[in-house]
């Protein structure tokens, strides 16, 4: 049975158990040189699954007009502590019912480059197959460019 070794946290990851966390188009979208499209794998792909949740406005997909996040919302808001509470669930309820593969651990925000209208939030999850630990960082911008 083929094996891979887990750079987390060294242990031997069945490459079985972690057929289950899928894999898809690699995002953005991208081409190798026969202009087949390149695919991401694994934990690479639940982490673009993130990207993609949160990049996406509720109502933006036609067939699917309740996927995504609602923090666009709150794009102009003052970043009080309610606003940021408001973020928080946003996240932590598309995550949640968008990415079953992970179970979501803590959301912290900084708000260091909020005077160029930027907010980083980092999203700490747990990879259910594998149980590791990732995290990634999110810049929300909370104004227009």
Known sequence: MPTAMDNNNNNTIDSNSKAFLGKGWKFPIQTNQGLKIQTS????NIKESIKIILG???GERVMRPDFGCGIHEFIFENTSSIILGH????????LTKYEPRIELLKIDFSKEQIDNGILIITISYLVIAT????????PFYIREG
Do not use: G, W
């Open 87 to 94: 973020i928080e669930l946003s996240i932590s309820e598309a």
């Open 56 to 58: 996406t406005r509720k």
């Open 131 to 138: 149980n590791n630990r990732f995290n990634i960082v999110y």
């Open 41 to 44: 794998i694994y934990e690479e």
